[in-house]
């Protein structure tokens, strides 16, 4: 892939990358090193059985949590709210904590930071009241769910308020700051930690799934989504619950 000039290369450069392919082959390809640009956030919305309603996306930064609020005004009917964020790396922690409001009806503490030297501030959002959507909530998460994700993943499952399905994230939730280096490098450098409102720290241990769902390299060739599919099946369960009801 490309990559930042003094990183690995310089601009105009090429880097020779190895990797094992689908057939269990050796391959190398030359690569040129290019800046990478800017990527605009991805989002994407997709209506499932009965009406629940399938969010994709990759970042909590600006602009994230008036899309997902309009997402819930549109959608506050919907049975069930399949939050996709798998390969979502994190964000900001103020849309973290804004987008946490949209599934609470009250105002609750979820976490806590704790410095450097030792003191501790309390994570809290204030909910949304009559705005707050209470239909069944899911979370999808694999390898790349991190950050601020995890945090956000893990105030929902804990507080009960989703249910969790996928891979454990890889728990780096540390809130850092970056500081510029001379040659174009920075470096990020944590000063808080995280802990949840049950007192879980997540660094290193990442959120564990209610439900863990493995990916098969033949899942991936017949281009399968387990997770989503086992999304599914807790649907068409409920949907059977309330027709014998």
């Given at each position: ?171 780096v939730v540390l809130i850092a700051r970056e500081h510029q280096l001379p040659n174009g490098f920075s470096i990020n450098i944590p000063h808080h930690d995280y802990r949840t ?49």
């Amino acid at each position: 892939m490309p990559v930042p000039s003094g990183s690995l290369c310089d601009l105009g450069e090429k880097v020779t990358l190895k990797f094992i392919d689908l057939q269990a082959k050796e391959q190398n390809v030359d690569l040129p090193c290019e800046a990478i640009p800017s990527q605009p956030p991805q989002r994407t919305v997709q209506r499932l059985e009965e009406g629940s309603i399938h969010l994709r996306f990759d970042q909590f930064q600006r602009g994230t949590n008036e899309w997902l609020a309009e997402q819930v005004r549109q959608h506050h009917k919907a049975p069930a709210i399949i939050l996709d964020l798998r390969d979502n790396l994190g964000g900001i922690l103020a849309v973290v904590q804004k987008s946490l409001n949209l599934f609470f009806e009250r105002g609750a503490t979820l976490g806590s930071f704790r410095d450097r030297k030792g003191n501790v501030s309390d994570f809290k959002i204030q909910g949304s009241r009559d705005n707050a959507y209470r239909g069944q909530v899911f979370v999808l998460i694999d390898e790349e769910t991190s950050s601020g994700t995890e945090l956000f993943t893990g105030a929902l499952q804990e507080s009960g308020r989703a249910t969790v399905i996928g891979r454990r994230s890889p728990g780096v939730v540390l809130i850092a700051r970056e500081h510029q280096l001379p040659n174009g490098f920075s470096i990020n450098i944590p000063h808080h930690d995280y802990r949840t409102a049950k007192g879980v720290r997540l660094e290193q241990r990442g959120v564990i799934p209610d439900e863990p769902i493995p990916l098969t390299m033949s899942d991936f060739m017949q281009n399968k989504d387990p997770d989503l599919q086992r999304v599914r099946e807790h649907l068409a369960r409920n949907r059977s619950t309330s027709l014998r009801n």
